[in-house]
């Protein structure tokens, strides 16, 4: 897969005013917020080892 997981807003300011980051060691994932001037990546952490069981009855309870 060579495509990046683009955010849509900044996590930390919430502002939308993003660019892909190349100044980061690595480069991939990497972004920059012109709004707050931080940089983040975007990191998958992995799949859950089963479902998530919801409180309220409108999902499924594993």
């Not at 993003?18 to 100044?23: F, G």
């Not at 480069?27 to 409180?55: D, M, P, Q, T, V």
Request: charged share 25%; hydrophobic share 30%.
């Amino acid at each position: 897969m060579s495509e990046r997981a683009a955010p849509f807003y900044c996590p930390y300011c919430g502002d939308e005013d993003l660019r892909p980051s190349e100044a980061a060691d690595g480069g991939h994932g990497a972004w920059e917020c012109g709004a707050c001037n931080r940089a983040f990546r975007l990191k998958f952490l992995g799949l859950l080892s089963r479902g998530l069981g919801r409180s309220d009855t409108g999902g499924d309870r594993i």
